[in-house]
Nanobody, 125 residues
């Protein structure tokens, strides 16, 4: 079965760093894109980043450009989100999700097919 397992969240001070991991199984990794989506209480979901596994193309929300880096280790079927220079407004539950094709096919976050359980990131000031 398709499974996505996030890890790496936690509590960090503003300016600090965390690396999130998304371990995927149950599908042909190269045929999919993996996205990171976050949701803070009372706020809408926000697509943070996406990587198209097949061609390596990446996407970043303007709010995280220059601070976050998405990457993949295809041999391990794992996607990472390196988060640097964290800000309190980055506090949210971070989910990874997968969609068949490239990141370009995602017009709406509801189009992601499978989601992980989420990992909490809390940034203190």
């Amino acid at each position: 079965e398709v499974q996505l397992v996030e890890s790496g969240g936690g509590l960090v001070q503003a300016g600090g760093s965390l690396r999130l991991s998304c371990a995927a199984s149950g599908f042909t990794f190269d045929d999919y894109a993996i996205g990171w989506i976050r949701q803070a209480p009372g706020k809408e979901r926000e697509g943070v980043s996406c990587i198209s596994i097949g061609d390596g193309r990446t996407y970043y929300a303007d709010s995280v450009k220059g601070r976050f880096t998405i990457s993949s280790n295809n041999a391990k079927n794992t996607v990472y989100l390196q988060m640097n220079s964290l800000k309190p407004e980055d506090t949210a539950v971070y989910y990874c999700a997968t969609v068949l094709g490239d990141c370009e096919v995602v017009d709406d976050l509801d189009e992601y097919d499978y989601w992980g359980q989420g990992t909490q990131v809390t940034v203190s000031s």
